[in-house]
């Protein structure tokens, strides 16, 4: 017994000890810098060049930041006035060497048809072969904690900030979330629970309807099972759809053989429903001679009507991306705030809200912090409607109505004048007039006083989806030309392993634009999978940034090596254009020659004058450089459908295979319009360098960085 007591507090004496170690330890990672400021501990180091790895894509140079002076270098051949001196200064970037290849915008093409395979395979598949052509997440939540998850913020339908500062304390009593726990989302509602037993909530407690106290219970299974999986798997669908004559019911296995199927307790949906939740498997390659994924396949081929001696191809016109950008110049615009008096409890239904002949809503008191702009259809952002035939948008969806608080912590009914929600399926009522309007984030103190910050009631306003096939217009080399022999070329020119590094052509503005942004996402979803940080898009350069790579820091020359003679000390031609009258191949290329000809400039650039002019992000005005800004500048005007095609005009420089010289002077500046394809106007992309972005880029990579650890 003496023993056991001595080892005890031998036991006991230790754990003292390592915890009087142990406690200034912990204190010193917590408050160690003595309560000064260091900023957050932790964050990784960023390399801004390509000795940070993975930082930098192949194939890009770095153009530091600086400043050069635009305008004509030599006389103005044409009388365009379109190109006046200027001083404008650019940040550094990155730029690629070359022009987008045809073997590289091939890789765009064959993810967009392999994208879509998979999708097809996935959906008309079954069961363990569906689920190899898509990743399933680790945390998949079953129905219906998914749905409650994806209620997110006050705007669109989940917790709030702001209840602290409502003016009513019943008001900020109403917690969205917990009312969202309640039970079922889809099944019972709280106004026809008659019983007084215990209510199930979805995150494990039962509430105790008679005293309003929720109670510990054992937590449910919230991540889904193999037994739900399979459950998805085996379904096409939950929905009821025709198939022909025939109705196929709704969660019933979609295979002839039942056998095998698999019940949930819950209908998880099927693959239609569980598609937004997965992502395709990259991994999983497609073997498009096989018999069986060929025939699942089928509809993606040239019917037999269409082939050619019985050639099974691709059907091009079928190769459409999706695809999103946020318009940052719209989300930049700011309405009015009203910032006078609203009772929160009579206006939470906004779509009721109208003026009055002497103001009405505008002589209000003072508003509360979820109050929004209340505008008429003819006001600031407007244009965009969101639901059926109207101007509203499905926004903070908080209903008010009349009756007992629910949930009230002191277990005691309100007044009948108070204003509750009366039930879960309240979450998804309320309208707003005006999608996108600018919202109150801002709060009226108790001296009056507003610190007017807003937000937007609806930020998917401005994030623009994009629909665009993305296959080059092949037969351009026979519709630039009328009087020529070019079917060879829209033969062969892009399919052909002969042009693999010749640049692409034929491809839009929109489809420029719209591989920018699969380049982007290809590049940040690999950066996110090794747990990297984000970099900026790669997209097309503007004017400004297109003419600073062109002269690689040699002001005032006339072409991308110099100038004033576009033939070297050898007498070769020095770029790909139509010399002499019209010899094309004295300069070593008739058509297009490979992106890497010729020598590249000081910046390492190639080919940026001749061979292909190139599409830049820039809308083609006359007077750009009257009032373009000297700081970067850039016009950027998104044309609509209706607009004339003036506005429709993008810039494009360098000169091509088939212009004369003076197009490949860095000062010629002409456009194209953005919805034609061109034998002769292909593209590169940038990207905005993250950092100060000096000439010593070495340094930055270097010293800087060694006092960024250290600071850390």
Same mark, same amino acid.
């Given at each position: 017994m003496f023993f056991s007591n001595q080892i005890t507090k031998n036991i006991t004496m230790k754990k003292l000890i390592y915890l009087t170690f142990l406690f200034p330890i912990l204190f010193s990672c917590n408050s160690g810098v003595e309560g000064n400021l260091v900023g957050v501990r932790g964050r990784e180091t960023f390399?801004?060049?390509?000795?940070?790895?993975?930082? &930098?894509?192949l194939g890009m140079v770095y153009i530091p930041s600086g400043a050069y002076q635009t *305008?004509?270098?030599?006389?103005?051949? @044409?009388?365009?006035?379109?190109?006046?001196?200027?001083?404008? #200064?650019?940040?550094?970037?990155? @730029?690629?060497?070359?022009?987008? #290849?045809? /073997?590289?915008?091939?890789?765009?093409?064959y993810w967009v048809r392999d994208s879509i395979a998979r999708e097809k395979l996935y959906r008309r598949s079954y069961d363990d072969d569906a689920e190899r052509w898509i990743n399933v997440p680790d945390n998949f939540f079953k129905e219906p904690y998914r749905t409650f998850i994806n209620m997110g913020s006050d705007v669109q339908g989940g917790n709030t900030p702001f209840q602290l500062f409502m003016d009513s304390t /019943? /008001?900020?009593e109403v917690d969205k979330t917990l009312l969202g726990l309640l039970g079922d989302i889809e099944g019972a509602k709280m106004k026809k629970i008659k019983s007084e037993k215990p209510l199930d909530l979805i995150n494990g407690y039962k509430l105790d309807q008679k005293n309003n106290i929720p109670s510990s219970e054992k937590r449910p299974e919230v991540v889904m099972t193999d037994a739900d999986l399979r459950s998805i798997f085996q379904?096409? +669908?939950?929905?009821?759809? /025709?198939?022909?004559? $025939?109705? =196929?019911?709704?969660?019933?296995?979609?295979?002839?053989?039942? #056998?095998g199927k698999v019940n949930s307790s819950y209908d998880q949906g099927g693959r239609l429903e569980n598609r937004k939740y997965f992502t395709l498997n990259w991994e999983q390659k497609i073997d498009y001679e096989d018999a069986e994924t060929s025939f699942l396949l089928s509809d993606m081929y040239y019917s037999e009507s269409e082939q050619f001696y019985k050639r099974k191809e691709i059907d091009t016109r079928l190769l459409f991306f999706d695809y999103y950008w946020v318009d940052f110049k719209e989300a930049a615009k700011r309405g009015k705030i009203i910032t006078k008096s609203v009772d929160s409890r009579n206006n939470f239904h906004y779509d009721s809200? &109208?003026?009055?002949?002497?103001?009405?809503?505008y002589k209000k008191g003072r508003r509360d912090p979820l109050g929004k702009d209340y505008k008429v259809s003819d006001s600031h952002r407007s244009t965009l409607y969101t639901d059926k035939g109207g101007d509203k948008v499905w926004v903070d969806t908080t209903v008010f109505g009349k009756g007992k608080q629910y949930g009230d912590p002191q277990g005691a009914e309100v007044d009948n004048t108070i204003y509750s929600i009366a039930d879960t399926n309240s979450l998804y009522g309320t309208v707003l007039q005006n999608p996108g309007q600018d919202l109150d984030l801002g709060f009226t103190n108790s001296k009056g006083q507003h610190n007017a910050l807003r937000g937007h009631t609806d930020r998917s306003r401005f994030i623009v989806k994009e629909r665009i096939n993305v296959y080059p217009d092949t037969l351009c080399w026979m519709r630039d030309f009328t009087y020529a022999n070019n079917e060879a070329m829209s033969q062969n020119y892009f399919w052909n392993s002969a042009y693999d590094n010749y640049p692409v052509v034929g491809v839009t503005w929109p489809q420029a634009k719209a591989f920018s942004v699969w380049r982007s996402q290809l590049f940040h979803s690999w950066l996110q999978s090794n747990g990297e940080m984000f970099v900026n898009d790669? $997209?097309?350069?503007?004017? +400004?940034?297109?003419?600073?790579?062109?002269r690689g820091d040699l002001d005032l020359s006339q072409y991308p090596w110099g100038g004033p003679y576009i033939r070297n000390a050898a007498g070769c031609f020095l770029a790909n254009f139509k010399p002499l009258r019209g010899r094309y191949?004295?300069?070593? *290329?008739?058509?297009? =020659?490979?992106?890497? #000809?010729?020598?590249p400039n000081a910046f390492g650039l190639y080919c940026m004058a001749g061979n292909v002019a190139e599409w830049c992000s820039t809308t083609f005005d006359e007077s750009m450089y009257e009032f373009g800004h000297d700081m970067s500048g850039e016009y950027d005007y998104q044309a609509q459908d209706g607009d004339p095609a003036v506005k429709k005009r993008k810039v494009i420089r360098g000169g091509s295979w088939k212009d004369i010289g003076y197009y490949l002077m860095n000062s010629t500046r002409t456009y194209e319009y953005q919805d034609t394809a061109k034998s002769y106007i292909g593209?590169?992309?940038? @990207?905005t360098h993250l950092g100060r972005g000096g000439k010593d880029i070495d340094q930055e990579n270097g010293e800087e960085i060694q006092s960024d650890i250290q600071l850390k």
């Open positions: 390399y801004p060049d390509v000795l940070g790895p993975g930082k &930098l894509p *305008g004509e270098d030599d006389e103005d051949i @044409m009388g365009l006035h379109t190109s006046r001196v200027k001083t404008v #200064s650019v940040p550094a970037f990155y @730029m690629d060497q070359t022009e987008i #290849s045809n /073997n590289e915008y091939r890789q765009f093409v /019943n /008001n900020a379904q096409y +669908t939950n929905k009821e759809i /025709n198939k022909g004559e $025939r109705k =196929v019911k709704a969660g019933n296995s979609d295979k002839a053989s039942k #056998s809200i &109208l003026p009055t002949r002497d103001g009405g809503i790669f $997209r097309l350069p503007t004017e +400004t940034e297109w003419e600073r790579g062109a191949f004295e300069d070593g *290329g008739f058509h297009t =020659v490979k992106v890497y #000809s010729y020598n593209f590169r992309n940038v @990207m």
